[in-house]
């Protein structure tokens, strides 16, 4: 079975800090990685994903993953942050059965809070 | 640019009462989720739905759930007989075949008082 791990229940950072949110994961087979957004009061929003080919994904707003298959992590990272960047922040795998998609499973979460 | 819209936004129920959620997938998607997240929790998978059938569902999909696409554009999901522990936000999503990623509905805040 897969699982998702995020170590961090809460990171508080300053406006135009650097930011990384941690994600690791297990399976024994090929997934997809996705980082999703909450922000308050609305429902996730793909922020970016790894399906295959490069590591370094790119996303929506600046932010950037980093996929490593040799230590299961699929890390956010941001290089500047800004007060509308505070939201919950979710890590997601889903199977890759060889081409078709197994549902999400979702991390806890991660509650990035940018104070200015 | 189209998105998956669900209705009602907050739902408040009486323990045992039925009540149905309603989403409203994109329109030329063919792959339907439900997941929901109880407060402070990781958000969950319930179901999934394609050709008309259910193709997967989770633990937590039991007997008192279901799901049903009465038309060509709704897609809903009904609790029969609502308990305290089902309080918690229910997300729709949909995914078009060859996508690799779900688009997910604002959710709606199911309160089972």
């Known amino acids: 079975a897969q699982s998702v791990t995020q170590l961090d229940s809460q990171v508080p950072v300053f406006e135009e800090a650097p930011v990384e949110l941690r994600c690791n994961y297990s399976?024994?087979?090929?997934?997809?990685l996705f980082w999703y957004v909450q922000y308050p009061n609305q429902g996730l929003q793909l922020l970016l994903k790894?399906?295959?080919?490069?590591?370094l994904v790119k996303g929506i707003n600046g932010f950037e993953a980093e996929f490593n298959k040799s230590q299961t992590s699929f890390h956010l990272r941001k290089p500047s942050v800004h007060i509308s960047d505070t939201a919950e922040y979710f890590c997601?795998?889903?199977?890759?059965?060889?081409?078709?998609?197994?549902?999400?499973?979702f991390g806890k979460g991660t509650k990035l809070s940018v104070k200015p | 640019e189209p998105e998956v819209t669900q209705t009602p936004s907050h739902q408040v129920t009486q323990m045992g009462q039925e009540v149905i959620l309603r989403c409203v997938p994109i329109s030329n998607h063919l792959y339907f989720y439900w997941y929901r997240q109880i407060l402070g929790q990781k958000v969950e998978f319930l179901v999934s739905?394609?050709?008309?059938?259910?193709?997967?569902k989770s633990e937590i999909f039991d007997d008192q759930f279901s799901v049903e696409r009465p038309d060509g554009s709704n897609f809903t999901l009904k609790i029969r007989s609502t308990k305290l522990e089902d309080s918690a936000m229910y997300f729709c999503a949909s995914n078009l075949a060859g996508k690799r990623y779900e688009f997910f509905g604002p959710g709606t805040r199911l309160t089972v008082l």
């Open positions: 739905f394609y050709n008309n059938e259910i193709s997967e």
């Open positions: 790894y399906l295959s080919g490069s590591t």
């Open positions: 399976s024994s087979v090929s997934v997809y």
């Open positions: 997601a795998v889903s199977v890759n059965y060889g081409g078709s998609q197994g549902n999400l499973i």
